[in-house]
């Protein structure tokens, strides 16, 4: 599915399993995660094996992942890379560095979020926008919001090491033509750092139960 969202030139690998196969991880991540509860170990586990089947796409060898500060995955040099998971869904994308200077993905329930939250997260002007007039049981619009927020802080982060708030991202949506539940997005920030942009233009989906965000930023804008 996270394929549906991103350029040919990332690889993207997926999949519905809980977890992976027991070994799957190498030494260094297993110990990352030896005092984790199970859940927090078999997500870890399944995560880590769509990175590595991204990584044979590239026709890369199998590496490590760990998790740095934040955890900011660490990916093999000369590679950028971003993983989500959520209940039921795990995904992984990478791609090279000499192609793609930063990449974010999210994947969410598509289930409304709790109203507490729903205030923390959004902006006024991005609740104006909200469409008060769609099948919000297609689409639930707030956790939409929230993926693409979350695209947003995976692809800026890894280019600043600063960390974003909420209200710095405001978040525009656009309906595809041909499909109510697809489209693209884009981000207009109210941080500056040098050298990164401050506009992110990401894409959409919403299938099989979930919401699907993702972002590249090519080396070449042209691409």
């Not at 991880?25 to 870890?44: G, I, M, T, W, Y």
């Not at 942009?197 to 894409?203: E, H, I, K, L, Q």
Request: charged letters at 25%.
């Amino acid at each position: 599915m996270i394929e549906r969202l991103l350029p040919k030139y990332v690889a993207c690998s997926d999949t519905h399993e809980t977890s992976a196969p027991e070994g799957s991880l190498f030494p260094e991540e297993a110990r990352q995660v030896a005092a984790s509860v199970d859940r927090r170990r078999h997500e870890f586990a399944a995560v880590r094996a769509c990175a590595r089947r991204a990584m044979a796409d590239l026709g890369l060898p199998p590496a490590p992942v760990l998790s740095g500060h934040r955890g900011l995955p660490l990916w093999p040099e000369g590679t950028v890379g971003s993983m989500t998971h959520c209940e039921g869904y795990r995904a992984a994308v990478l791609a090279r560095a000499s192609e793609v200077r930063s990449v974010g993905i999210d994947a969410e329930p598509n289930a409304p979020l709790p109203p507490d939250v729903w205030e923390v997260i959004s902006l006024p002007s991005e609740r104006a926008r909200m469409p008060v007039d769609a099948d919000t049981r297609t689409v639930h619009w707030d956790r939409l919001l929230f993926s693409a927020k979350e695209s947003v802080f995976k692809t800026w982060f890894p280019l600043t090491r600063i960390e974003l708030d909420f209200s710095e991202a405001d978040i525009s949506f656009r309906t595809s033509p041909d499909s109510p539940t697809e489209g693209t997005f884009t981000a207009e920030l109210s941080r500056i750092a040098p050298g990164v942009p401050s506009t992110y233009a990401g894409r959409w989906l919403v299938d099989e139960g979930f919401a699907v965000t993702a972002i590249a930023l090519p080396v070449n804008p042209s691409l």
